[in-house]
């Protein structure tokens, strides 16, 4: 059972909550600027995995264990807190200043932007709680809670892939321009710095 109107109020507040800056969109960024499209590309895979990971714990019900218990949504806190900062420091003290092209260090980069991606959601219990508290808000009654709230979860999924398309096309085309050493060194920083920002606001973020 859908209902339409439901449905478009869902894929309206998800847009504008998709488009809103944060860690995610700074990691895709950086990626398609530094790494190239291929790089864009697996960051926003591992992010939308992450999102879909929580999408079906919480409708198994670990969300709301998030929800309920204030120590285990610590436990997830501070480490989700503590690998950003650890991202952004090392982003801070060793910026690049050029872009290995080969293929070897190209797939590995790669396989690097997917694993930042997905372990950037995954220890963010910001993201399980955001699905509990917001979907059911949008799921029609009668429905089956659970499924169509995995189902919310897929469509703020294609919402991210499309919102990543377009920052990806804009920005890979400057990426010549960007790979230059002295930007690159500043753009490393520039999203360290945003990093650690977002890790020091998880991390002292109060329990919902």
């Known amino acids: 059972m859908i209902d339409l109107?439901?449905?478009?109020?869902f894929v309206a507040a998800a847009s504008l909550l998709t488009v809103t800056p944060g860690v995610d969109t700074a990691i895709v960024l950086r990626s398609a600027a530094v790494g190239g499209r291929r790089q864009a590309v697996m960051a926003s895979?591992?992010?939308?995995?992450?999102?879909?990971t929580w999408g079906a714990a919480v409708s198994l019900g670990l969300g709301a264990l998030l929800h309920a218990s204030e120590m285990a949504y610590s436990v997830v806190k501070l480490a989700g807190a503590a690998y950003l900062v650890w991202l952004g420091i090392g982003l801070l003290l060793r910026p690049?200043?050029?872009?290995?092209?080969?293929?070897?260090?190209?797939?590995?980069?790669?396989?690097?932007?997917?694993?930042?991606?997905?372990?950037?959601n995954l220890l963010n219990p910001k993201i399980g709680v955001?699905?509990?508290?917001?979907?059911?808000?949008?799921?029609p009654q009668g429905a089956g809670v659970a499924g169509?709230?995995?189902?919310?979860?897929?469509v703020h999924v294609a919402l991210t892939l499309v919102w990543f398309g377009v920052l990806i096309a804009a920005t890979v085309p400057l990426g010549r321009f960007l790979r230059r050493p002295s930007l690159m060194k500043a753009l490393d920083r520039i999203t360290g710095g945003v990093l650690v920002a977002f890790g020091v606001r998880l991390a002292t973020s109060p329990a919902p």
Not at 45 to 50: K, P
Not at 97 to 109: D, H, I, L, Y
Not at 148 to 154: A, D, G, I, K, R
């Open 5 to 9: 109107t439901l449905l478009l109020a």
């Open 148 to 154: 169509y709230s995995f189902f919310l979860t897929c």
């Open 96 to 120: 690049r200043t050029s872009f290995e092209t080969g293929a070897g260090k190209a797939a590995a980069g790669s396989l690097d932007a997917f694993w930042r991606g997905l372990l950037t």
């Open 130 to 139: 955001f699905y509990i508290t917001f979907l059911p808000q949008f799921v």
């Open 45 to 52: 895979a591992g992010i939308t995995l992450g999102c879909l």
